[in-house]
């Protein structure tokens, strides 16, 4: 609550975050953040960040995740937005730039997914 009351909303929408851990970043530290944003309210703390030590594939362990951060961008859009991404207007934020593999890949799926 007493966060709540300093958000500054300037889209007046509902938004869903997804993160990717990059190097550097402990199994622990991604279960505690998936924990916190449980905690906070999330609508889907799994799909908040990737590579959970005990669920869906480690990118850690496996590398390139793309394939599946659209299979959590596509499950988010449709269920917690109602938003069908194959008809409907959506605004994809990404950073770490275009040129990083996960990013990059990304950016390709979701122009192959759901045009430009």
Do not use: C
């Not at 530290?29 to 889907?44: H, L, M």
């Not at 390139?64 to 938003?83: F, H, P, W």
């Not at 770490?96 to 122009?111: A, Q, R, T, Y």
Request: zero cysteines; proline letters at 5%; charged letters at 30%.
């Amino acid at each position: 609550e007493e966060t709540q009351k300093n958000i500054v909303d300037y889209f007046g929408k509902k938004e869903l975050l997804y993160l990717g851990p990059d190097e550097q970043v402990l199994p622990k530290d991604i279960e505690w953040v998936v924990k916190r944003a449980a905690q906070r309210g999330y609508d889907i703390p799994n799909a908040f960040m990737s590579s959970k030590p005990k669920s869906g594939i480690n990118h850690k362990e496996y590398g390139v995740t793309s394939e599946g951060v659209n299979v959590y961008l596509d499950v988010a859009l449709r269920e917690a937005l109602k938003i069908d991404p194959t008809k409907d207007s959506f605004t994809v934020k990404l950073t770490g730039g275009p040129d990083g593999d996960v990013g990059g890949n990304e950016i390709k799926i979701l122009i192959r997914e759901y045009g430009e």
